[in-house]
């Protein structure tokens, strides 16, 4: 993947950990100059032999790049480090990779502000080993002229980025809500592994079958979220009230055979309040409803 800068704007990477070895390894092989920084030193070597600069401080290395990208374990961690760095902020790009939530994102756009930095949120939705390739899809929200004016460099870690908007905690509210979606299908697996575990059928041969399923669902979706946006929920191929019968029947056979009952019992609850709502008679996205509603409240 070449850079499309012309002028390779240097950047500083501060935090090593796997991903931030990653991200900066990605600049470097599309020949930014790239500052790096870890409070363990020695996190940066192999990127030092492959052409960074390893920064003597957190300081040195805000001020070493116009545009800084942050990777650390929390927001937490990158307030404690960028704080008392007081006017080194003034006139960078801070870029901040690091999962949270869309409040602190949000707070710390402000806090970015406050000294002068223009700030960008970011999710990263890949792996490590897929940064910086074709596989590899990073959320950015924030100001679209900070974005555009570093896109290109942006782009050097994963040819899926996409600006969201200039709400900065939008890219990591979609973190969350993606990765809710990515454990309940998993979940599901792991529970239909189960069950078909008690008679011998190991997870590799039903994992296809699963797939199957998967990809069915998957083109549901956008019909999904035609009705969501529209309020209407028509029972195109059944009803909820279908839906429950079928949910009873998953719970009485992971009883029946030893297996943990907990997951389809906790989505059969759901469906009966839909239905107690008076839903029984719409399709399976009528349950938004029951998600809209705070933790606790019923009805």
């Not at 790096?36 to 390893?54: D, M, P, Y």
């Not at 009952?261 to 107690?276: Q, Y």
């Amino acid at each position: 993947m070449q850079s499309r800068d012309a002028d390779h704007t240097p950047v500083t990477v501060i935090g090593l950990g796997l991903m931030g070895q990653a991200l900066a390894g990605a600049f470097l092989r599309d020949g930014h100059p790239t500052t790096v920084w870890n409070r363990t030193a020695a996190k940066g070597e192999s990127l030092v032999a492959q052409g960074a600069t390893l920064a003597a401080s957190v300081g040195d290395a805000v001020a070493a790049s116009p545009l800084v990208v942050v990777c650390v374990s929390n927001y937490e961690a990158v307030h404690e480090l960028l704080d008392p760095l007081g006017e080194v902020l003034d006139g960078r790009i801070l870029v901040n990779l690091t999962s949270g939530t869309s409040r602190a994102a949000r707070d710390s756009a402000e806090w970015a502000s406050r000294r002068g930095s223009t700030y960008l949120d970011g999710a990263i939705m890949a792996i490590p080993p897929a940064i910086g390739t074709a596989d590899a899809a990073i959320l950015y929200s924030g100001p679209r002229s900070a974005f555009d004016a570093h896109e290109s460099t942006l782009r050097s870690l994963g040819a899926g980025t996409t600006y969201l908007g200039a709400d900065h905690g939008l890219s990591s509210l979609y973190d969350v809500a993606l990765l809710g979606v990515m454990w309940s299908v998993l979940n599901g697996f792991l529970q239909g592994a189960a069950l078909v575990g008690t008679a011998d059928v190991d997870a590799a041969t039903f994992a296809p079958v699963a797939n199957t399923v998967i990809g069915t669902v998957t083109e549901w979706v956008p019909g999904y979220a035609r009705q969501i946006d529209e309020g209407r929920f028509p029972a195109l191929d059944s009803t909820l009230a279908t839906h429950v019968g079928a949910m009873e029947h998953l719970v009485h056979e992971s009883e029946s055979l030893g297996v943990s009952a907990d997951l389809p019992r906790f989505i059969k609850a759901l469906a009966d309040r839909a239905v107690a709502d008076g839903d029984g008679g719409n399709g399976y996205a009528a349950i938004i409803e029951q998600f809209r509603k705070p933790s606790g409240v019923r009805g």
